[in-house]
């Protein structure tokens, strides 16, 4: 019998091995697994690359991660927010590297690496500081930039409701990159505001079916 | 002598076609939506997964999981939708958006856009979906004003900031005048009323010329009535 359920932040982020890369889903906080990413730090993977729109606010969630020192890489699109401090203070000390790339390139990046394509040219950054040194080819009169895949060995996401197969829904814009990241890791974990057993999801809603993920775990949503 | 920041998102929002697709950046063009005129039904576009995005909430009905690409609670129009990200930049990279109306630092006359990083930003360097937007949109606008606060003109030759995408800006709307971007460089399509052309290339860092008939830019007193 399949049963994705886990019951402890223990199982839910087992094996996670030092120098993985962890896609993270969240714009902002919204969709953001805080609470796996703050149990990630007692889990004690280290050497960490983590893909993340976002590089994290306050001293909470990925800010957590990062302020014990696990995360060697972050890759974002963004990271100024406001309190987006952790991540000022680690760059300035040369204690983090950070890759930024734009937002549609990472996700479309990641889409590719579960897709199985080994890499797509794209108009975006092209003629840009962030496309030098990328190969580039012109197609219908545009220059274009080669983008690479980007896997995974582990997403975190939090979702809505996941079902005893593992098949999830989203909330509102909290949705942002939780379908994306599921698909592009080996290992996909997300935690959800509720568990439900097989069948109670209706079929027709269900935005990230189950082959996809590997472990749900109910966190209650945070008031 | 110009128009303020509410009365150029109300001259841009004159232009939007009833039935387009917008996706507004962050700042100055999220005024634009508060001066669609009438009768005319837009479908605002936001990066984070949302198609019909509406005006912010009432305090006391905000929740954390409906934002839009400035992390500010939004409501969801009836009709509208929510995707995943991937659908929501494939919808701007691929060019199914209509319209985008972003701000900037600089625009040169072969309307490329400069509008992510200065090189004397002492932030981190962060793109979001810029490059996204401005690369993959059919039409780009930008809201901004027509020099910098020290007088330096933002319509330039050539851009010195980094550039966010070559080539792909179509008009400016300024405070000063309405420019296109055409293969003969800028054209003032609109200047603001008491502005000579001349006054205007004044202002303006890269050779200027005017449409045949340029009109006179000009937009109601708004007051306070912007949200």
């Known amino acids: ?223 | 002598m110009g128009l303020d920041r509410n009365q150029i998102a109300w001259r841009i929002a004159q232009d939007i076609a009833d039935g387009s697709y917008v996706n507004l950046g962050i700042g100055m063009p999220e005024l634009v939506a508060d001066y669609i005129p009438e009768g005319r039904e837009i479908v605002f576009h936001s990066e984070n997964g949302l198609l019909g995005m509406g005006p912010k909430p009432p305090k006391d009905r905000e929740d954390h999981d409906l934002m839009n690409a400035g992390k500010k609670p939004v409501t969801l129009v009836p009709g509208g939708a929510y995707f995943h990200h991937t659908d929501s930049f494939l919808m701007i990279r691929g060019g199914h958006l209509d319209l985008c109306v972003l701000g900037a630092y600089q625009i040169s006359e072969a309307g490329d856009l400069a509008n992510w990083a200065t090189d004397s930003d002492k932030r981190l360097p962060a793109v979001g979906g810029a490059m996204d937007l401005a690369a993959g949109t059919p039409r780009v606008v930008a809201m901004t004003t027509h020099c910098a606060r020290d007088g330096t003109p933002k319509l330039l030759g050539e851009c010195t900031f980094p550039l966010t995408a070559a080539g792909v800006v179509d008009r400016v709307y300024t405070d000063l005048a309405v420019v296109d971007v055409t293969p003969a460089g800028f054209v003032a399509r609109e200047i603001v009323d008491g502005m000579t052309l001349d006054e205007l290339r004044d202002r303006t860092g890269a050779r200027l010329t005017a449409a045949e008939n340029p009109g006179i830019l000009k937009a109601p007193a708004l007051g306070h009535a912007a949200g």
């Open chain 1, 1 to 223: 019998m399949i049963d994705k359920r886990v019951t402890s932040f223990e199982q839910a982020l087992a094996g996670i091995e030092d120098g993985s890369t962890i896609l993270v889903s969240g714009f902002g906080n919204a969709g953001s697994p805080i609470e796996l990413l703050e149990a990630l730090v007692d889990q004690g993977a280290r050497d960490l690359t983590v893909v993340s729109n976002n590089a994290g606010e306050g001293e909470f969630g990925l800010a957590a991660l990062m302020r014990a020192g696990r995360v060697r890489k972050i890759i974002c699109s963004y990271p100024i927010t406001s309190g987006s401090v952790v991540v000022d203070e680690l760059h300035a000390a040369g204690k983090i590297e950070l890759e930024v790339a734009p937002q549609g390139t990472i996700s479309e990046r990641m889409r590719a690496a579960a897709a199985g394509i080994g890499g797509f040219y794209t108009r975006t950054s092209a003629g840009t500081r962030l496309g030098e040194g990328k190969e580039t080819r012109e197609f219908d009169g545009h220059p274009h930039v080669l983008e690479r895949p980007l896997k995974g060995d582990v997403a975190l996401l939090r979702a809505k409701t996941g079902d005893r197969w593992g098949n999830l829904v989203y909330n509102m814009t909290a949705r942002n990159f939780g379908p994306t990241v599921a698909m592009a890791a080996d290992l996909t974990i997300a935690q959800v505001d509720e568990t439900v057993d097989a069948g109670e999801l209706d079929p027709e809603i269900i935005v990230t079916p189950g082959i996809f993920v590997d472990r749900v775990l109910r966190v209650p949503r945070r008031a």
